[in-house]
């Protein structure tokens, strides 16, 4: 009597070298944590820039006549300090951590692995985007207890502003990266989107407070749609019509800037 041996060979979710996607993720958004950690100057303006920034636009409320647009402080500094965060955490940041990290030939060598082109980019910018979400949370907590506001109206609207405004952040820093050579260079060709959203989308003056034409016309600047939705949030004072377009405008800048980084990004060092 003869017996017969079967042999199961194992997949590839069954080995126990197998990765998911997550894993992947979580390793290199680990790996990235620990070399973040040793860049003081991308950890301090990403910290405490936004706070210092925002706190120095308070003297500059003093001569916006807020309440004749039903405005108040608390409404105009705490999308201000969101949108200022979201800026200088993760757009920012960012711009130079894809920059650095392809001059290293650290893109390079991580796609010769098992690791696709999104989920790179992804695991990268995942810490900067988690400092960028707990800086959002704290700041709306704290602005809301230091000029006494209110509980947002519409609370939904101020979650998906800020996660648009991750995206956004997130996907601008990319494209960003693609017309930078150096980590050097890459603190001034970030300046234009930085004055963009700090001087034009309502951060430093509420679009409310501007001639009908130009608010117009600024509504459709990237961030611009964040700052509506943040403060809608608070003021409850938008139109199903505004959100909508609000939202639009954002999708619309997210569709832009993901097709130009899948288009264009470059993996290797620019000479």
């Given amino acids: 009597m003869s017996t017969t041996t079967t042999t199961h060979t194992p997949t590839a979710s069954g080995r126990s070298g197998a990765t998911t996607t997550a894993s992947r993720l979580g390793a290199l958004a680990r790996a990235e944590l620990t070399l973040l950690g040793r860049s003081r100057a991308t950890l301090v303006t990403a910290l405490f820039v936004p706070f210092v920034l925002t706190l120095s636009l308070r003297s500059a409320t003093d001569d916006m006549q807020l309440a004749d647009h039903g405005l108040s402080v608390g409404a105009v500094l705490l999308p201000a300090a969101v949108g200022v965060s979201l800026l200088f955490a993760i757009y920012a940041s960012l711009t130079s951590v894809y920059v650095v990290r392809r001059e290293e030939l650290v893109l390079k060598r991580l796609r010769t692995g098992e690791l696709r082109d999104t989920e790179i980019l992804v695991g990268a910018a995942l810490p900067s985007v988690m400092i960028g979400l707990a800086q959002s949370v704290l ?133």
Avoid at 199 to 214: H, I, W, Y
């Fill in 139 to 271: 700041l709306a907590i704290g602005y809301t207890a230091l000029f006494d506001m209110d509980a947002p109206r519409a609370p939904v609207l101020a979650v998906v502003g800020v996660l648009l405004g991750v995206v956004l952040c997130a996907a601008f820093g990319a494209v960003t990266a693609v017309v930078t050579r150096t980590s050097e260079s890459a603190q001034v060709t970030s300046l234009p989107f930085l004055f963009v959203g700090l001087l034009g989308s309502g951060m430093a003056v509420p679009l409310e407070l501007l001639p009908e034409r130009a608010a117009s016309l600024l509504e459709l600047l990237p961030l611009s749609p964040v700052m509506t939705l943040i403060r809608g949030a608070w003021t409850g004072d938008l139109s199903g019509y505004e959100v909508l377009g609000a939202v639009a405008t954002a999708l619309a800048w997210t569709v832009l800037s993901v097709f130009a980084v899948r288009r264009w990004f470059p993996w290797e060092p620019r000479r």
